[in-house]
């Protein structure tokens, strides 16, 4: 077994690096203050190849594939969780694309979402459908050969950030009932709603949608009529999930370096509290939580290269243990650091925050485990 990275998986990684370090690092105080996505950063990441990590060549993508994308998400995640989300919703878009679009829509938009023109985006979720997908609302009806949406979406990444959005909604009833659409910005009839003001990821745009006669065309429909359910489900558990895992996995680095460092750092009794067993005991349980999450991500990530139809119960194990061992981990983190950890110039607080949100988003633990255990059992 090989643990080795391929060339091109380490150049990604080291370029990921180099780019949160320099780019990324220098803006964090500002999200965190404002809860805005630093609109530069769109090119920016463009430019280092991070939007196209998963799309071929032929749309202007590197198609270096999911442990890529893997690796970078976390390298991101770790300097910024916020800009590391925008970075896995903006590939879950373009994979949505990629996945179910016709040519025309695959020609138009998969080059622009890798070149920066915007970012991408899939709007699954509503206020009466979260983890229950088919208690949404948002209706597309059939109308002069095309359609008319009516709803809102809620909690969607990058809502203001797209310049077209992946949406779900009812055409019918059942999972058969579900389609998925393409609607552009500045199509009559769709707005973004607010930005929400979240406690972590702060400044990953998080927004509403609305769709009040929303007339798009029959070229809208993203794959068939009545695959929206098949289309949302794929595209969050074998890009969503890993995403949000290797988001967590960035956020359990950025722990453990905070862990390790305060612990040498402070001194207590006239010696560093990394001398005490309880505090040793706490980098201990990180480290673990840290290598475990790294391992499942990076296999999960590898089946997917592979083409493995397994990948996906692999996909949310690694969400699953990733998401919640970044809670864990950063609140060890943070109980290391006593007073300090509750101060906000100290990052570990942020890592806190940022890991809380993580949980939720890309499927709750709770659907997780039922995904999980339904795949152990059945
Ligand atoms: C920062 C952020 C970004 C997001 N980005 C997007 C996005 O880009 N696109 C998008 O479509 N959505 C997005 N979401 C929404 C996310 O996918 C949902 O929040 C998630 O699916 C949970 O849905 P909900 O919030 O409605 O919770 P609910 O579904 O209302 O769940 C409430 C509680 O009930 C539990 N629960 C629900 N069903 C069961 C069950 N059967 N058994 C046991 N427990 C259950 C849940 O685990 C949870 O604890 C985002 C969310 C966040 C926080």
Redo the contacts with the bound molecule.
Sequence with gaps: MDFEFPNQVKIVQRTARDFARQVVAPLVPAMEETGKFPGKLLRQMAEVGLLGLVTPKRYGGSELGYLARTVAIAEISKVSAAVG?TLQ?HHMGATAILEWGSHAQKDEHLPKLCRGDFFG?????EPTG???LLGMATTARPERGGWVLNGS?C???NAHLAGAQVVIAKTGEGSRGLSAFLVKKGTKGFSPGRNEH?VG?RG?D?GELFFKNCRVGPESLLGDEGEGMKAALKTISETGRPGMAAVALGILEAAYDEAVKFSKGRTLYGKPIANLQAIQWHVADIMVDLETARLLCWRASWLKDRGRLDCATHMTMAKVYATEAAVRASQKALEIHGGCGTMMEYPVQRLWRDAM?CV????????GK?ILSRAALN
Excluded: R
Aim: glycine residues 10%; aromatic residues 4%.
């Design positions: 989300m919703v985006t899939c709007a699954v979720t979260g983890s229950d979406k909690f969607i990444t979240k990821l990953a998080t949100v939720s988003a890309g499927g709750t633990t709770e659907i039922i």
